[in-house]
């Protein structure tokens, strides 16, 4: 079964303090890795698709690139307002076109 | 990118009742689906509404509990029947559209409480 595994579960970080998301996948034939955000209370905003190894996606302070095996997504100088959770998802295995979603990161940026 | 809406965007429900989410694009859409988010939790495929035939669901979720409604490229409903505190979720609604990407897009959700 495709499987994907999103680390840390949870991170606090300060305004300006950079890191990255971890989102590792295995799955037979990828045919696409997305990455979302969720505000509380709203549906999941779309990010970036990512299609082969190697490639790079950025929009303003992210930076989302893939592997063979997982995704990350870099996050330079973050402010409070990318405070968020995201989540990353792979084509779910039964339904073509439908996602199968990771749990999520947690992340909170404080000033 | 299509824009979505979903009614109501919150409900409160006695146990036992039904309750009918509405999702409408505001354009046509090749294809829709239907998603529970439970609280804490990640988005979990419910089923795919295909227009003009029956939906198709995920293991899991059953057609009695779960209809869906897909009468048109712009339009779909999703009723939770039969409702019991387990039901309380976030019910998304989301689209691809005929792009060659398969990028989806969603909706706000309905926040739905069960008693």
């Known amino acids: 079964e495709d499987q994907v595994t999103q680390s840390p579960e949870a991170l606090r970080l300060q305004e300006g303090e950079s890191s990255s998301l971890n989102c590792s996948y295995t799955?037979?034939?990828?045919?696409?890795l997305f990455w979302y955000r969720q505000d509380p209370g709203k549906g999941p905003e779309f990010l970036f698709t990512?299609?082969?190894a190697g490639e790079e996606k950025e929009k303003e302070r992210l930076k989302a690139t893939l592997t063979k095996k997982e995704s990350f997504l870099h996050i330079t100088a973050p402010k409070p307002e990318d405070s968020a959770t995201y989540l990353c998802?792979?084509?779910?295995?039964?339904?073509?076109?439908?996602?199968?979603f990771g749990k999520g990161t947690s992340l909170l940026v404080t000033p | 990118s299509a824009v979505i809406s979903q009614k109501p965007s919150r409900d409160i429900c006695q146990r036992g009742t039904s309750l009918t989410i509405q999702c409408q694009v505001d354009?046509?859409?090749?294809?829709m689906f239907w998603y529970r988010q439970q609280p804490g939790q990640s988005l979990t495929l419910i089923a795919t509404?295909?227009?003009?035939?029956?939906?198709?669901?995920e293991s899991g979720f059953v057609i009695d509990k779960f209809p869906i409604s897909r009468p048109n490229l712009t339009f779909s409903t999703l009723t939770v029947s039969n409702m019991s505190p387990e039901d309380s979720s976030i019910y998304l609604c989301?689209?691809?559209?005929?792009?060659?990407?398969?990028?989806?897009?969603f909706g706000p959700g309905t926040r739905l409480t069960v008693l």
């Open positions: 989301s689209v691809k559209d005929s792009g060659d990407y398969n990028e989806q897009f």
């Open positions: 799955v037979s034939g990828l045919r696409g």
């Open positions: 990512l299609y082969s």
């Open positions: 998802a792979v084509p779910h295995s039964n339904s073509g076109y439908a996602l199968n």
């Open positions: 354009s046509q859409v090749t294809m």
């Open positions: 509404a295909n227009q003009g035939s029956e939906a198709t669901y």
